[in-house]
């Protein structure tokens, strides 16, 4: 057996990013973007006005008060998408939307809450300094600026940015297409008549699951049964893809074939059996030039090793910096205990507890129990080399999802 970091690495160093493609930017929502994007025009194009009210010049309104209000005649109405043709000259104003570009000869915006308007005329009840409420021409992006950097990931606020720089099409890097297939003469699928020792096929719906949410594309290859001919002939189905799985057949037993037929495919097996629990029996070969992951046949087993080991190699392969799970410190709640030699990645709930984090175990931790994922937003890590941990101890935690700390009311 290898460690958890050695076989991470050796994953790793095997994972190359894939191609790029373009798309539009309604589309690349959650994709990481292949190009530099600098900005081919200043944001804000020009001065405008950041507020609804009276563009004016500030040496008209010098004193004006409540009781002292400036009084100026009102010679336009301006409102956003327009540019007005007019110059200021002493004594005028003109009213402005939020949005609209500043009158030549204004320097200032007064609020429409410190004025009043009286027919042609308008009192200004205070005295704005210079730029007052003016947005200045590039005061966010100015042109040629690097505004989105190669490997970013996109949020709404860069779809936003795009939009801004008239980018409708950019090029990201690819979604990989990875290939599922489960094996064993026990499983059957969900539409399929379940009788006898039968079992519905879970974990290709599990992990095309885990697969989406990582935002690659799953292909399923359906269920192969416990023979050599049979698994290559969908093994070979699967060779077009960009990454291959395989759930069951990896273990020692009679009917586990998926090394032998890998190896006879020409497929190069780069690790099996890691130090970790549960999901000892993986497996990770190179097949065609592509990486392929032989995950146990426990349904927890294939899920756990998925989120340590196949997760992290395909964000890898689709330009994310950002790899692994977020990782932090909670206080257990249990006390736990252990033989050595082992990682052990516990299913646990974390909860916030004041100023940092609880957490306790879900429940049974066999691989086949369901119910205790269903119940887990984390993995308690506890290591290979400890063998007890106390109630009230700090325990690393990776966390699968942070639902917890979402609120029942805002409490802004």
Same mark, same amino acid.
């Given at each position: 057996m290898?460690?958890?970091?050695?076989?991470?690495?050796?994953?790793?160093?095997?994972?190359?990013?894939?191609?790029?493609?373009?798309?539009?930017?309604?589309?690349?929502?959650?994709?990481?973007?292949?190009?530099?994007?600098?900005?081919?025009?200043?944001?804000?194009?020009?001065?405008?006005? #950041?507020m609804d009210g009276y563009a004016v010049r500030v040496n008209d309104v010098e004193g004006a008060s409540k009781e002292n209000p400036a009084v100026l005649k009102i010679i336009e109405s301006l409102p956003a998408g327009y540019i007005s043709e007019s110059k200021l000259k002493p004594g005028e104003a003109i009213k402005i939307m939020t949005g609209a570009p500043m009158p030549n000869g204004a320097d200032a915006v007064v609020m429409a809450e410190y004025t009043e308007k009286d027919g042609d005329k308008v009192r200004i009840f205070k005295r704005p300094e210079k730029s007052d409420h003016i947005r200045k021409a590039g005061e966010d992006v100015k042109e040629?600026?690097?505004?989105?950097?190669?490997?970013?990931?996109?949020?709404?606020?860069?779809?936003?940015?795009?939009?801004?720089?008239?980018?409708?099409?950019?090029?990201?890097?690819?979604? @990989?297409?990875? #290939?599922?297939l489960a094996t064993g003469d026990e499983l059957v699928d969900l539409d399929e008549e379940i009788c006898g020792a039968k079992i519905i096929n879970s974990n290709t719906y599990a992990v095309g699951a885990q697969i989406q949410e990582c935002g690659a594309l799953p292909i399923l290859l359906g269920i192969a049964r416990d023979r050599q001919d049979e698994l290559e002939e969908r093994l070979r189905l699967g060779m077009n893809a960009d990454i291959i799985i395989t759930s069951g057949g990896v273990s020692v037993g009679d009917y586990d074939h998926v090394k032998d037929v890998v190896k006879g495919l020409g497929g190069d097996l780069r690790l099996w059996k890691v130090a970790i629990k549960p999901g000892k029996p993986l497996a990770?070969?190179?097949?065609?030039?592509?990486?392929?992951?032989?995950? @146990?046949?426990?349904?927890?087993?294939?899920?756990? =090793?998925?989120?340590?080991?196949?997760?992290?190699?395909?964000?890898?392969?689709?330009?994310?910096?950002?790899?692994?799970?977020?990782?932090?410190?909670? =206080?257990?709640?249990?006390?736990l205990k252990k033989k050595e030699n082992r990682r052990h990645f516990i299913r646990a709930s974390v909860q916030s507890d004041g100023d940092g984090y609880a957490v306790e175990t879900t429940g049974d931790q066999g691989s086949h129990m369901m119910t205790s994922m269903t119940k887990a937003n984390g993995l308690i890590i506890f290591h290979e080399n400890d063998t007890s941990i106390k109630a009230g101890d700090k325990v690393k935690v990776m966390l699968l999802d942070r639902s917890f700390e979402y609120r029942k009311d805002a409490g802004y």
């Open positions: 290898i460690s958890v970091e050695e076989a991470l690495g050796l994953i790793l160093e095997n994972i190359r990013e894939i191609g790029f493609e373009k798309v539009d930017i309604k589309e690349a929502l959650g994709r990481v973007i292949a190009e530099d994007i600098y900005a081919r025009r200043n944001i804000p194009p020009w001065d405008n006005s #950041a040629g600026q690097l505004v989105i950097k190669k490997g970013q990931l996109i949020r709404p606020s860069e779809i936003g940015m795009l939009a801004s720089m008239a980018r409708s099409i950019v090029s990201v890097y690819q979604r @990989p297409r990875v #290939a599922i990770f070969s190179m097949l065609n030039s592509r990486p392929m992951f032989g995950l @146990p046949g426990n349904p927890v087993a294939s899920m756990v =090793t998925f989120e340590i080991f196949v997760r992290p190699a395909i964000l890898k392969m689709m330009g994310h910096k950002k790899i692994f799970r977020p990782i932090i410190d909670a =206080t257990i709640k249990d006390d």
